[in-house]
C-alpha cells in the first residue's frame, strides 16, 4: 500500500457518534494486514479533506463523471463510523459475503466480497439485485492506491463542514 499517495488526500480521523455495543467481526477474516495497519493508525474512521476519489473500470448508471466518490473509510472504532457497528447495521441490507468498508454520497457504500478479497461498490438503490454491485478492485491495496484526491470536491478546505448535527451528510 502507497502511504504517500494516501497522505495526498489529506487523510484525518473522524469520529462517529456513540453507540450501544455491537458484534466484533473477526476483521482479519475480512481484511487485509496492510489495510487493518493502516485503520489503527488513525483509529477512528478517515475522512479526506481533500476529498477522495477511484476512477471505475466499468459504467455505473448512476454514476456520471467516470469515478467514484468516497467520503470516508470505516475505522477500527467503537462508534458509529467504526466497521464493526456498520457491518452490523448492514448486515440484513447486503447480501452475505459482502461487507461496508466505506462511505460514498447518497448511502451507496464501497464493500468488499469476503471470498474474493475484491473491492466493489454498492449502489443501494439499483432496481434490481443483479445490478446493484460493481467491481472496482482486485483488493482493498489496490483499491486505496488508486484513490486520488478530488479536486472539484468543494469541501476541500474543511471536510467536517459539511456534516450536519446528525452526524451524517444528509440534513434531516
Known sequence: MN???FEMLVPVPFEGRDIE????????????DNY????????????????????????????????????????VSDDSNGLNYRIDF?????????????DCPGGNQICVKESTGEIFFWWHESIS???????????????INGLIPDEND???DDVTQKIVP???????
Open 3 to 5: 502511504e504517500n499517495n
Open 21 to 32: 455495543t455491537t458484534v466484533n467481526f473477526n476483521l482479519k477474516k475480512i481484511l487485509t
Open 36 to 75: 487493518l495497519k493502516l485503520l489503527n493508525k488513525y483509529k477512528k474512521a478517515i475522512l479526506f479533506n481533500k476529498g477522495a476519489k477511484f476512477k471505475v473500470p466499468e459504467n455505473i448508471p448512476c454514476i456520471s463523471t467516470g469515478y467514484v466518490t468516497v467520503i470516508l473509510l470505516y475505522g
Open 90 to 102: 448492514y448486515s440484513s441490507i447486503l447480501p452475505s459475503g459482502f461487507y461496508p468498508l466505506g
Open 129 to 143: 439485485d443483479d445490478k446493484c454491485f460493481y467491481f472496482l478492485s482486485d483488493s482493498v491495496d489496490t483499491f
Open 154 to 156: 468543494d469541501n476541500s
Open 166 to 172: 446528525s452526524g451524517t451528510w444528509l440534513n434531516f
